[in-house]
């Protein structure tokens, strides 16, 4: 697609309860990142993908967050048992690492969470 | 590892006057840099990147950054903001041919007043 595309936009659950967010990254891009960011804070770098593998997967705050990547192209974050400080955006981004060795990300507009 | 400092949480700056957003890494080798902006509601756009070369860079939006190297630091600037530049930024540092992640600083939310 044109950009990367985030879904749902805006979602609203009560703890304790699984959610599901979805990014469809921009074709041909062979990373994929996901990011969070709280009220008022930077950006908190959760998993990076290149293609279905997962180098990096440092910045998942614990074992209720999991993520995949299928086909080397859509990726879901999933979040297990909600809490309310799981409330953030959730921001997914990709990237083609080109030969220069430098890497420029492409952002969605994110997937806002609200856990009640 | 890598890090991004950016000393100020909170800018006002007249319409029309000028600008600069402090960004500070810490990095052993040579980083490479970049300016994001995020408009409310929105993702992040990037105003500007710096790889190697001309440390003075030019972005989108009439924004421009240097990469002092003595100082570890990519100011952003802006002569004449205009109220649309309003919006949260951050500065961001890679590694090339390394961990392919970009660290964010926390950002500066920019206010512009009339």
């Known amino acids: 697609g044109a950009g990367v595309s985030q879904s749902p936009s805006n979602k609203v659950t009560e703890k304790g309860k699984d959610v599901e967010l979805r990014c469809d990254p921009i074709?041909?891009?062979?990373?994929l990142y996901w990011y969070r960011q709280s009220l008022g804070q930077g950006l908190e770098f959760l998993i990076y993908f290149q293609g279905n593998s997962a180098p990096d997967k440092s910045g998942l705050p614990s074992d209720r967050f999991s993520a995949e990547r299928t086909g080397g192209s859509v990726s879901t974050l999933t979040i297990q048992r909600t809490q309310q400080e799981d409330s953030a955006v959730y921001l997914c981004a990709s990237s083609y690492l080109g030969s220069s060795g430098a890497n420029v990300l492409t952002f969605g507009a994110g997937s806002r969470l609200t856990v009640l | 590892a890598q890090s991004v400092t950016q000393p100020d949480i909170h800018i006002t700056v007249s319409e029309g006057a000028s600008l600069e957003l402090r960004c500070n890494y810490s990095?052993?080798?040579?980083?490479?840099l970049f300016w994001y902006v995020q408009s409310p509601g929105q993702g992040l756009q990037l105003l500007l990147k710096?790889?190697?070369?001309?440390?003075l860079v030019q972005g989108i939006k009439g924004f421009e950054a240097e990469f002092k190297r003595s100082q570890s630091s990519f100011n952003l600037r802006k002569p004449s903001v205009h109220w649309s530049d309003a919006a949260e930024y951050f500065c961001?540092?890679?590694?090339?041919?390394?961990?392919?992640?970009?660290?964010f600083g926390t950002g500066t939310r920019l206010t512009i007043i009339p």
């Open positions: 961001a540092v890679g590694e090339y041919f390394g961990n392919e992640k970009l660290t």
């Open positions: 990095y052993g080798a040579t980083p490479y």
């Open positions: 710096y790889f190697s070369g001309d440390t």
């Open positions: 074709s041909g891009h062979t990373a």
